[in-house]
């Protein structure tokens, strides 16, 4: 089991299943909305419980996905796609959890758009 928060506390959340492989997404959108790359796990919906729901805000980034994050503090927390038939798991920042994840980056997406300040050196695969 898994316990995190964003940065006031306004929302928590538990995961009660492992975070396998997290993957690293570069893309620009990911890179404006929390300040550099999103960093996340994806786990299975059913396995996800929230308090707070309230204080989510949810961007609609496209007609595939929508992203959650804190209405107090801005915390950048959940990447969630809208078909929820084809994907039946939700993203969550890898920053927002409390203590040892014991997952690591294995993936990294949409690597051509990545910012110029930093190098991928972590030897996880990586996609353009």
């Not at 929390?34 to 960093?39: D, I, M, N, V």
């Not at 989510?56 to 950048?76: D, H, L, N, P, V």
Request: glycine share 10%; proline share 2%.
């Amino acid at each position: 089991m898994h316990n995190g928060s964003c940065l006031c506390g306004a929302v928590t959340f538990t995961v009660e299943s492992n975070l396998h492989e997290a993957s690293a997404c570069h893309c620009s959108r990911c890179r404006k909305w929390t300040g550099h790359f999103l960093a996340d796990a994806e786990v299975p919906r059913d396995t996800v419980m929230i308090a707070g729901e309230e204080n989510i805000r949810w961007y609609s980034m496209s007609e595939k996905a929508q992203r959650g994050f804190c209405a107090t503090c801005g915390s950048s927390l959940f990447f969630d796609p809208l078909d929820k038939v084809k994907h039946d798991w939700i993203g969550i920042a890898l920053g927002a959890f409390d203590g040892p994840t014991r997952t690591k980056l294995k993936l990294h997406i949409f690597t051509a758009d990545k910012g110029d300040y930093y190098e991928i050196l972590d030897g996880g695969s990586e996609h353009e």
